[in-house]
C-alpha cells in the first residue's frame, strides 16, 4: 500500500509567539488534514519578520506535499506572506485585478471607503491562484512547489476555515491521492482514562490491526479506533467499544457536542428546557445556545448569583436560604424546581456551588457543588465536591456535569409513541 500524503501547517504572527494569542488555526488545520487522509509532519511557527516566513515556508514545502499557511494577508507593513513566498520560490509579486475587485467589493458591501493600504492585499506571486474569501478582505493563494502544493490563508479563524473547508479541502482531495484510514470517535462522560484503559484495553489483541486511543478533553474522554482501509474485523471492533461504553458514551459523532445530545433528546421527547445558574455564571445557558436551533427547546435561563436573585427571580423561599445557604441541597432543588415553574418547562437545570478560589469554609470547601434536575419524574440532586481546582475549572466542571446528569435524566423518560393511524374512512 502506498504512503499516505504528508502536510505541513505553517503559521504566522508574533502573537503566536509571544503567547498573547492561542493557535486555534494549527489545532484546526492539524486535525481536519488528519481526519481527510493525510500524515501531518510537523507545525512550524515563524513571527512577523520576512526572513523567518521565508524560511518556514521553504523547509515545509521542501517536507511535505500540501503545506497550509495562515496569517500575514493583511494590508499592514506586518502582513508578509505574500512578499516571502515571492522570494523564497522566485517569483516576484504582481497586482491581481481579480483580487483587488474581491477587495474593493468587501468594502463595498459594507459601505466603506477602501484605504489605499489595502491594495497591498492584491499583490500575490507570480502564477499563483487566487482563493475568494467571501468573509473578509484578505485574499488567498495558492502555488504549486516542486510536487507539493501550498495554500495560503487569512489569520482570520472563521474566515480561515470557511475558505479550508470551500476551497482547500476539495483541491486538496483532487490534488493528492488520499486513501483515509478508518477512524471512530466515541466522546464520553462519566469514566476516566484509567478505567477506559482497564474497559478496553484488550480491543487492540482481539482485533489485530486496530489501533485504540485515548484523548482527555475534561471534563469528557474520548476513544478513538484507528485502523487502515479494509482491516478485518472493525465493524466488530466498533461494536464491542459501542457495547462497552454503554451509556458513558454520549456521542460518536466526534464534532456533536454534549448541548446538542441534549437538544435532540428534548426535541425526542416534545420538553422544554429552563436554567438557573449561580457559581457557572450563565455558562449552561452558554453552551446551549451555542448549538444551532436551540430555541426549540430552550425556553429560558437566570444567572441568579445573589440569594435575592434566587428569590426573586426562581422563587426559592428565604427560609431555606436562611437555614441551609445558597450552596446546599435544599436552594439547589428549590431553583431548579422554580426556574422549571417560572418558564413553564419540562425540564429545570440548576447549579449552585463554590467555585474558589475564596469563599470556601470546613464544611462547604472550594469546589463544593449541588446540581439539581427538576422534571416530570420528580426533582434528582447531586452533590460534587471537585477538589481545589482554579476556579475556571470548577465552573467548567460544574457546567458539564450539570448537563451530562440531565442527559442521563432525558434518557430514563420515554419517548412518546407516534400516533397510529386511525381506520381508513369508506365514503
Known sequence: MASAPTAYVVSQGEELLTGLTLDTNAWFLCRSLTEMGLVVRGVITAGDRLEEIEGALLRATTGADVVVCTGGLGPTTDDLTSEAAARAFGRPLVHDDEAMAQVQARY???????????????????GAALLVNRQGTAPGFSIDVGQGRLYCLPGVPSEMKSMFAE??????????????????????MGQGESQLQGLLGDVPERFP????????????????LVAEPATPGWDDAVALVRERLGRDCFTEDPTEELAAVIGRLLLARGHTLATAESCTGGWVAHLIVSVPGSSAWFERGWVTYSNRSKREEVGVPAAVLEEHGAVSQETARAMADGARAAAGADWGVSVTGVAGPDGGSPDKPVGTVWVAIAGPTGTRDRQLQLGARDRTMNRRFSTWLALEMLRRQLLRTPVPEAPQPGPETVP
Open 167 to 188: 476551497i482547500v479541502s476539495p483541491d486538496v482531495r483532487a490534488f493528492v491521492a488520499i486513501d483515509p484510514p478508518l477512524r471512530h470517535t466515541f466522546r464520553v
Open 209 to 224: 490491526g486496530v489501533t485504540l486511543g485515548f484523548r482527555a478533553q475534561m471534563p469528557e474522554n474520548h476513544v478513538k
Open 108 to 126: 463595498d458591501a459594507v459601505g466603506r471607503a477602501m484605504a489605499p493600504s489595502n491594495r497591498k492585499q492584491a499583490s500575490m506571486p507570480t
